[in-house]
Each structure stands twice: as C-alpha cells, then as structure tokens.
C-alpha cells in the first residue's frame, strides 16, 4: 500500500505566487518583457553584487546566500534568452 504524501494547506498557499496578478500568470512573457525594459543583465549583476556587498563577512548565511544569488541569476539569464528567442519566434512567424 502506498503511503500518501500530506501537504499542509500552509505549504501549498506558499506555493503560489505572491507578486504575478492573474494576468501575469495568464500571460508571464509580459514580466519577463517589464523587467528586461527596465533592468539589462549588466544592470542585473550590479545589483546583486552590491546585495552581496552588503552582507557581513562573518555572516553564517553568506555562502547560502552567495549559492542563492548564483542560481538567481542564472534563472535570470535563462529568462532572458527565453524571452529573446521568443521575440525572434515572433518576428519571423510575421
């Protein structure tokens, strides 16, 4: 017999988004495009190298932090190229 998984109605809440609205979540390009016309990745790596900058160095959560914010950003470069690729689908199916 197999054992069901039980998944608190907390962890299933904190599942979801808390910033997309409902057009975002039905349309997630857009927020890729909105952050990309305000943020390059040059402007991207400033910001979180001056987030890690702000880190104390004695700091125990810094390398889970530095771990974090290596994976974010390749999340965001990731997006990036997704949302180039889907621009270029776009132009050329025209």
């Known amino acids: 017999m197999r054992k069901k998984n039980h998944v608190s109605p907390k962890k299933v809440w904190l599942e979801k988004p808390f ?3 409902v057009g975002e979540m039905k349309n997630p390009l857009s927020v890729l495009k909105g952050f990309f016309n ?3 990745l040059v402007n991207v790596n400033d910001h979180i190298g001056k987030l890690l900058n702000s880190f104390p ?3 125990p959560e810094l390398l889970d932090t530095i771990e974090f914010t290596q994976d974010l950003e ?3 470069e990731a997006n990036h190229f997704l949302l180039k690729k889907s621009t270029k689908k776009t132009r050329t199916s025209q």
């Open 38 to 40: 305000i943020y390059d």
């Open 19 to 21: 910033r997309l609205t």
């Open 57 to 59: 160095d004695a700091d």
């Open 74 to 76: 390749k999340l965001i």
